[in-house]
């Protein structure tokens, strides 16, 4: 099946390089990191080497990067280890755009004797730093801030949120798991403390991700048991994905600035021609710094889900948000945090390219997308369902 996958950040296909750097770990060299002989060895070194690929590309120092299982994973250890690590501290700070990995853990904590703050966003999706910074009180432990939005792509400004947090001593986690490979992250020049990315948004299997923890900050583990990563993490290391996220960490900073030229001009074709051609359309976030590949747009008065019906018998594989929120009837937290309305929330469309896209699959979506709106426009009761 030929599909035009404009999905990324739901998932993304693992690159061909990527697979062919793991099957040996699969086959030929399957022994423990862990064990002496020099079977153990080998798998030991090329782990290594991986640790060494995810260094550069983030910026970092190899005894930086812990292997987890995913961004969720990274997103919680970091999290609960400085909650563990300071018992007298009970404030909690993020935003209201948040990845459900971090908003729902903050809901548990709020719910076992954690004060949270969630931030607001304006309608561009964009923070108040000033409300951030009078949000930061004593009792404050960590402030968990996205770096780019999974929704509609937007930026938010980590270099001054990390000074603000550095100046006033609070640590500072950041989910970057939807920026990794799409725009530049240099973590020896942005004094983040902690910091999350995930494999399979960037061309590695899905179940591996990786959490940087800045050398001298205190990591208590999520996972107790043996001596992996350091005592960090443990669990016998996923040795084939954690290989082919190095790889796909390689070629990420490889392709970061075609990223940002021939993908970006692909998503701004996409969406000029879709606001020319397609009448009563709002690209959601268009005033603000977004990562090139991502396009949210409100095609009024449409339910999203007939569209991504319809765009599926062309076999075009789009969303209408985050994939963590699929099968839900409930409207994107987002979208309504930025002051969107629910029936509009319920009209948005999510397209996200990845380097194996081309202008071919752009002029497709535009072929076909203004005859499928037209024609829901005319049959659908969904304007009518909201009164």
């Given at each position: ?6 999905d990324n950040n739901a998932t993304t296909k ?41 260094a550069s590309f983030l910026g970092a120092q ?307 997308l203004p005859s499928i709106i037209k024609k ?12």
């Amino acid at each position: 099946m030929n599909v035009i996958y404009v999905d990324n950040n739901a998932t993304t296909k693992v690159a061909n390089d990527v697979v062919e750097a793991m099957l040996p770990f699969f086959t030929n060299f399957y022994g423990n990191p862990s064990s002496v002989h020099n079977y153990g060895e080998i798998v030991s070194d090329r782990m290594n080497q991986a640790r060494e690929q995810v260094a550069s590309f983030l910026g970092a120092q190899t005894d930086e990067i812990v292997f987890t299982s995913c961004g969720s994973e990274s997103n919680n250890t970091a999290i609960m280890s400085v909650i563990n690590s300071n018992p007298d501290k009970k404030h909690i700070i993020t935003t209201a755009v948040e990845h459900p990995a971090v908003l729902n853990l903050c809901d548990y904590l709020s719910k076992n004797g954690y004060k949270k703050t969630i931030l607001p966003v304006d309608k561009d999706g964009r923070l108040d730093l000033q409300q951030l910074e009078d949000s930061i009180c004593d009792d404050t432990c960590i402030v968990s801030i996205m770096w780019a939005n999974n929704e509609t792509g937007i930026i938010f400004p980590v270099e001054k949120i990390s000074d603000i947090t550095k100046n006033r001593g609070v640590l500072f986690h950041c989910d970057a798991v939807q920026a990794a490979g799409k725009i530049p992250i240099d973590l020896s020049k942005i004094p983040i403390d902690y910091l999350s990315i995930s494999g399979h948004k960037l061309h590695a299997p899905k179940g591996v991700g990786v959490l940087f923890v800045r050398k001298g900050i205190e990591l208590n583990p999520l996972i107790i048991g043996g001596h992996q990563e350091k005592g960090r993490r443990a669990g016998t290391e996923n040795t084939p994905y954690i290989v082919g996220l190095g790889k796909a960490c390689e070629l990420a900073a490889v392709y970061l600035d075609y990223y940002n030229t021939k993908v970006k001009n692909m998503r701004d074709k996409l969406e000029w021609s879709i606001l020319k051609h397609i009448p009563n359309t709002t690209i959601n976030g268009q005033n603000s710094h977004r990562i090139p590949n991502t396009s949210n747009i409100i095609f009024h008065n449409v339910e999203g889900e007939a569209i991504l019906l319809h765009l599926n018998e062309f076999n075009i594989a789009a969303s209408t948000g985050s994939a963590c929120a699929s099968g839900l009837m409930e409207p994107s937290h987002v979208l309504l945090a930025m002051g969107i309305s629910e029936k509009d929330a319920h009209s948005a469309v999510r397209f996200s390219l990845s380097r194996f896209n081309n202008d071919r699959d752009i002029n497709l979506i535009l072929e076909h997308l203004p005859s499928i709106i037209k024609k829901l426009r005319q049959i659908s009761p969904f304007k009518e369902s909201f009164g």
